[in-house]
């Protein structure tokens, strides 16, 4: 039972152009959204994240948007770089994250093509 | 920087054999944790502490336990080995106070075969 899902397994995009990552999932009291970022061989290091208080968080090339009544959140990237390819892994956390506990999407490897 | 250390990152194990995987943070984190990634499952939970000598199961605690006698080191430890535990694992920790609650810091990971 796969409360947060990445749908997409891997994602191929040109450099210079917009990468869209998406993730959905299932319970509405999830109250908090991060993006972790993993390369291979290492472990997983934060993107982004943002509160179900808001709709949006940008921080340089990264941008979240999180759409409450569809229970999707999605991560874009502008403009993708060669140095982005990683696997990407959304996650959420339940109470504002007063237990720090994550249940974590399946990820969606992301290739961008110089 | 936060400072997550896993002190093994690539084991080879025999079948039935004891294993311990450990784990450091030096940033006085009260929680810490234990996950484990396989292709096309993501990053399960397996156990995690919210402090010294407390312990709650995760998603998948079968076939592991773990010890935190110190704030800053959790164990994760495989009783007797299966390959199907053949894995990465990663160590991770967090504190729920700050600017930087609900972020979750991982070490480089461990990589256990099991032969």
């Known amino acids: 039972d796969q409360q947060v899902k990445q749908n997409s397994p891997s994602l191929s995009v040109q450099e210079g152009r917009i990468s869209i990552l998406n993730c959905d999932y299932t319970n509405s009291m999830f109250d908090y959204f991060l993006w972790y970022k993993k390369y291979p061989a290492e472990g997983p290091t934060f993107l982004i994240s943002?509160?179900?208080?808001?709709d949006k968080n940008e921080d340089g090339r990264f941008t979240v948007f999180l759409n409450k009544s569809a229970k999707h959140l999605s991560l874009h990237i502008v403009p993708s770089q060669p140095g982005d390819s990683a696997v990407y892994f959304c996650a959420a956390s339940l109470y504002g994250g007063a237990t720090n506990k994550l249940i974590f999407g399946t990820g969606t490897l992301l290739a961008v093509q110089p | 920087d936060v400072k997550v250390t896993q002190s093994s990152r690539y084991l080879v194990k025999r079948t039935g054999e004891k294993v311990f995987l450990e784990c450091v943070q030096d940033m006085d984190h009260e929680n810490m944790f234990w996950y484990r990634q396989d292709p096309g499952l993501g990053l399960r939970l397996i156990y995690f502490?919210?402090?010294?000598?407390?312990?709650e199961k995760g998603d998948i605690p079968e076939g592991y336990s773990v010890s935190r006698e110190k704030k800053e080191r959790f164990s994760l430890i495989l009783e007797s080995a299966s390959t199907n535990q053949t894995s990465m694992y990663l160590c991770?920790?967090?504190?729920?106070?700050?600017?930087?609650?609900?972020?979750?810091?991982f070490g480089e990971g461990s990589w256990l075969t099991v032969v």
């Open positions: 502490s919210y402090d010294v000598k407390m312990k």
């Open positions: 943002i509160s179900s208080i808001k």
């Open positions: 991770a920790s967090s504190t729920t106070t700050g600017t930087s609650g609900n972020t979750i810091y």
